[in-house]
């Protein structure tokens, strides 16, 4: 199993709130991504990022930010919730070593905006 | 435009019983095609990864095919357990981009009932 680390797990915050989704990998990889997902759904990029210092948006248009200080930690921000932030938060990481075929994910956060 | 569709959207199979799930893609350049598995509420685990070279895979009681000429693909699951219930996604990576960019159909729901 992949350790790839996502807290919280399940996040309910009113309106206009700002918040901080946390991803952490001890794996070293140096590619890490941020997908959305309603249910039912697939699942969208929204930010990815090569290593530090590195963030670039992805397919999904997102008003959440990202940042990429330390190789293992790729925090995504929402500095006003709006309940159309409603959603399932994942975070993933691909290794460098299978020519970044595999991603691992974490176990996602479940956010309710009110 | 790259797709990846896939059927039944849903399922229902009793305990016991073989099913197989299908997927067809447009992506293209083809890099690999992937099957993962996809607890509620947790993030996708990797079942099999295929390359352009490999038509059949399998990982214990998953089998995963590879027709890259017609471009589809078919998970398939013998004796399914009630653990088996999860969403099975079909995910397909294009060789344009060093991102590894991929491309999420939305899943086949499979429900195994005892």
């Known amino acids: 199993e992949a350790d790839i680390y996502q807290t919280p797990r399940y996040l309910v915050i009113g309106t206009g709130k700002k918040i901080t989704l946390e991803c952490s990998q001890t794996?070293?990889?140096?590619?890490m991504y941020w997908y959305q997902q309603d249910p039912g759904m697939e699942l969208h990029l929204i930010h990815y990022s090569y290593g530090v210092n590195s963030t670039e948006k992805g397919d999904l248009s997102s008003e959440s930010t990202v940042s990429r200080i330390r190789t293992e930690h790729f925090p995504l921000t929402l500095e006003s919730a709006r309940p159309s932030h409603t959603s399932q938060y994942l975070c993933?990481?691909?290794?460098?070593?299978?020519?970044?075929?595999?991603?691992?994910f974490g176990p996602g956060t479940r956010l309710t905006v009110t | 435009k790259n797709q990846v569709e896939q059927s039944p959207q849903s399922l229902i199979i009793l305990e016991g019983k073989n099913c197989t799930l299908q997927c067809n893609y447009t992506v293209s350049p083809f890099s690999n095609l992937r099957w993962y598995k996809q607890d509620t509420g947790r993030g996708p685990v990797s079942l099999t990864i295929m390359t352009f070279s490999e038509n059949t895979k399998s990982n214990g009681r998953y089998t995963a095919t590879l027709d890259a000429d017609t471009k589809q693909s078919s998970l398939h699951i013998t004796a399914s357990q009630l653990s088996d219930s999860a969403s099975y996604i079909c995910?397909?990576?294009?060789?344009?981009?060093?991102?590894?960019?991929?491309?999420f159909g939305r899943g086949t729901q499979l429900t195994v009932w005892p």
């Open positions: 995910v397909v990576s294009d060789r344009g981009s060093t991102l590894g960019r991929l491309y």
């Open positions: 794996m070293g990889h140096d590619k």
């Open positions: 993933a990481s691909s290794d460098p070593e299978q020519g970044e075929r595999e991603q691992y």
